[in-house]
């Protein structure tokens, strides 16, 4: 069975400031990564995702997230924080192998403060 | 590019009630989803389609819910007698194929509240 974990429930950062959003992941088989971003009464967004190659990904809005197979995580991180990235924010993966459903986690409010 | 249209956008039913919601993908996407997103959870996928043959519903209640996707367009995905555990945002998602590398874009949901 595959599972995302996003242990924080919410993170707060100033603007101006680097954010990270925290990910972890269990999968049997190769992990496909992915971001997906929720505004108010809206449908998610895709943000980036990983499937091969370089462990750096960048993506929409300057986001960029890390690959690290040993510790099974993907962080989601931007250099500075924009008020408007004040967001609810999911981590998605899926195998290679066995079942080929996208798994969520339970998603991370971003709050990004003036 | 059109997004991925759904409707209704909200919807309040009494249990035991039945209730449909619509989807239509965007132009040429291959691939439909249906998702249950219950507040204060990640969306967990219902039903996948690759145009109009069911690739994987092992987690739809088929008791109770249903969902067809006539001529591989758009879809419809149906509740009957609803719950009061259905209570959800159902997402639709499209993406161009079948393939565990392609991104999903996903319509604005339906909110439904079953008193």
């Known amino acids: 069975a595959q599972s995302v974990a996003q242990p924080e429930d919410q993170v707060n950062v100033a603007e101006g400031n680097p954010l990270t959003v925290k990910c972890t992941y269990s999968v049997s088989g190769n992990p496909y990564l992915f971001w997906y971003v929720q505004y108010p009464n809206r449908g998610l967004q895709f943000l980036l995702k990983?499937?091969?190659?370089?462990?750096l990904v960048k993506g929409s809005y300057g986001f960029e997230a890390e690959f690290n197979k040993s510790q099974t995580s993907f962080h989601l991180k931007k250099p500075s924080a924009l008020v408007s990235d004040s967001a609810l924010y999911f981590c998605a993966v899926i195998s290679d192998t066995g079942r080929r459903a996208l798994t969520f986690g339970s998603g991370t409010r971003l709050q990004v403060q003036p | 590019e059109a997004g991925v249209a759904q409707s209704p956008r909200y919807k309040i039913i009494e249990k035991r009630q039945s209730v449909a919601f619509w989807c239509n993908p965007i132009?040429?996407?291959?691939?439909l989803y249906w998702y249950q997103q219950i507040l204060g959870q990640g969306p967990k996928l219902l039903i996948q389609f690759q145009n109009n043959g069911v690739v994987d519903d092992s987690q739809l209640p088929k008791d109770r819910f249903s969902a067809e996707r006539l001529k591989g367009v758009d879809s419809t995905l149906k509740i009957q007698p609803a719950k009061l555990e259905d209570s959800a945002v159902y997402l639709c998602a499209s993406s161009p194929r079948t393939g565990t590398s392609y991104e999903q874009y996903f319509g604005p949901g339906t909110r439904l509240t079953v008193t």
């Open positions: 990983y499937i091969t190659g370089d462990n």
């Open positions: 132009s040429g996407h291959a691939t």
